[in-house]
């Protein structure tokens, strides 16, 4: 369970109706100019596989969902519950909190913190259906396709699915 102003808040951010798609850097959370970001490790534990989704700028690379802490979201996990469905077209229960990673992004510092989601339905349409690609994978292979991002790779070896 996360918190953000000391009190404690339940993981599901569909109970708050956001926008379909972020709105922009102007609405996002920064923390002495570190801007924060939400992401999920998504697990499906009936085949023990990883979730992940192309990316945008680099359509031959796999990442994780994540994506800017926006002022409307009352906890950087429900930015992650939200970034997920919008991204990767998945909705599931927030398990665990895998732990926070800082690193540069270009020009721009920023924070993550990481939650691991077990899947409960997978929409055939969603927000970013268009732009991206999604697969389920083993953790091994996970672990292979994000080896070019540390934190990713370190999240993942956080999961259930390592143990």
């Given at each position: 369970?996360?918190?953000?102003?000391g009190h404690a808040?339940?993981?599901?951010?569909?109970?708050?109706?956001?926008?379909?798609?972020?709105?922009g850097r102007k609405?996002?959370?920064?923390?002495?100019?570190?801007?924060?970001?939400?992401?999920?490790?998504?697990?499906?534990?009936?085949?023990?596989?990883?979730?992940?989704?192309?990316?945008?700028?680099?359509?031959?690379?796999?990442?994780?969902?994540?994506?800017?802490?926006?002022?409307?979201?009352?906890?950087?996990?429900?930015?992650?519950?939200?970034?997920?469905?919008?991204?990767a077209g998945v909705?599931?229960?927030?398990?665990?909190?895998?732990?926070?990673?800082?690193?540069?992004?270009?020009?721009?510092?920023?924070?993550?913190?990481?939650?691991?989601?077990?899947?409960?339905?997978?929409?055939?349409?969603?927000?970013?259906?268009?732009?991206?690609?999604?697969?389920?994978?083993?953790?091994?292979?996970?672990?292979?396709?994000?080896?070019?991002?540390?934190?990713?790779?370190?999240?993942?070896?956080?999961?259930?699915?390592?143990?």
């Amino acid at each position: 369970m996360s918190t953000r102003s000391g009190h404690a808040v339940n993981s599901s951010a569909e109970k708050r109706s956001p926008p379909l798609n972020a709105m922009g850097r102007k609405s996002q959370i920064y923390v002495n100019g570190v801007r924060q970001v939400g992401a999920c490790v998504v697990i499906k534990p009936s085949t023990k596989q990883i979730l992940v989704i192309s990316s945008r700028k680099h359509p031959d690379k796999w990442v994780l969902p994540k994506g800017g802490w926006e002022d409307f979201e009352p906890t950087l996990e429900a930015c992650a519950v939200r970034e997920t469905w919008e991204e990767a077209g998945v909705k599931g229960d927030v398990k665990a909190e895998l732990g926070k990673w800082k690193y540069e992004a270009g020009k721009e510092k920023e924070e993550v913190g990481v939650f691991e989601m077990e899947v409960r339905d997978e929409e055939k349409k969603w927000p970013e259906e268009k732009e991206r690609e999604r697969k389920w994978v083993s953790y091994d292979e996970a672990l292979k396709l994000l080896n070019h991002r540390k934190w990713m790779n370190e999240a993942v070896a956080r999961s259930s699915l390592s143990r």
